[in-house]
């Protein structure tokens, strides 16, 4: 019974550093700084200049919510789970909301590069 319970809580505590490590963040400057720079941070905000080009590989990394704002005119095209294209396009000067997310380890589907000011929310007054 005693070996059982051991058991159990060995496996209970894996679980949860594996789950601690998929929810960890991972700053998309310190892995990509050629993809990714700091233009601006404070106690409010880190806004990042993002530059993505067609094929180039981002490593697997995270973004808070943010604001993010194409600063030229952007297609994207990705398959999505049913393997079917999906184009996505932006005008330079959209403004969109992105929710927190950790993704990576693919290559950028943009059609041609595309720069993005992305505006993370810290803390407001």
């Known amino acids: 019974m005693i070996k059982i319970a051991i058991i159990a809580a060995v496996g209970a505590i894996?679980?949860?550093?594996?789950?601690?490590?998929?929810?960890?963040?991972?700053?998309p400057v310190a892995v990509a700084p050629e993809i990714?720079?700091?233009?601006?941070?404070?106690?409010?905000?880190?806004?990042i200049l993002t530059t993505a080009?067609?094929?180039?590989?981002?490593?697997?990394?995270?973004h808070p919510?943010?604001?993010?704002?194409f600063l030229n005119d952007c297609v994207d095209r990705r398959a999505n789970d049913k393997?079917?294209?999906?184009?996505?396009?932006f005008a330079a000067g959209d403004a969109v909301w992105a929710p927190a997310e950790t993704h990576g380890d693919f290559n950028y589907a943009f059609v041609a590069?595309?720069?993005i000011i992305e505006v993370e929310v810290k803390a407001a007054k």
């Open 113 to 115: 590069e595309c720069r």
């Open 65 to 69: 919510g943010r604001v993010a704002v």
């Open 83 to 89: 393997g079917e294209i999906v184009e996505r396009k």
């Open 14 to 27: 894996a679980l949860a550093a594996a789950s601690a490590a998929k929810d960890a963040y991972i700053d």
């Open 36 to 47: 990714y720079s700091t233009k601006l941070e404070n106690d409010y905000v880190r806004t």
């Open 53 to 62: 080009r067609p094929g180039e590989w981002t490593p697997m990394h995270s």
